[in-house]
């Protein structure tokens, strides 16, 4: 579990230096890349649930997969949020 919590805990820290590198270059790419980062990690998190986890860890996994799912939803908001106010 301290994995997972390490590996939500820094892909928030590279989702917010992302962000306020694209508030100085103000390409629209560098908004997007805290989402892309939210959807291979919950890809990631999938393919290791279905091939890798034995008994409880299904349980750990499907958690953590909800967890990146708010996470790529609240990125994806703020995205549409910035692009709105722009």
Do not use: C, H, W
Request: no cysteine; glycine share 4%; charged share 15%.
């Amino acid at each position: 579990m301290n994995l997972y919590f390490l590996l939500s805990i820094g892909i928030l820290i590279i989702a917010v230096f992302l962000y306020k590198i694209s508030q100085k270059k103000s390409k629209r790419f560098f908004k997007y890349i805290p989402a892309v980062l939210f959807a291979i990690s919950i890809a990631f998190v999938y393919l290791k649930m279905l091939f890798i986890s034995k008994r409880y860890e299904v349980i750990t996994d499907t958690i953590v997969l909800m967890l990146l799912a708010v996470g790529l939803g609240s990125a994806l908001l703020t995205v549409i949020i910035i692009e709105m106010i722009k």
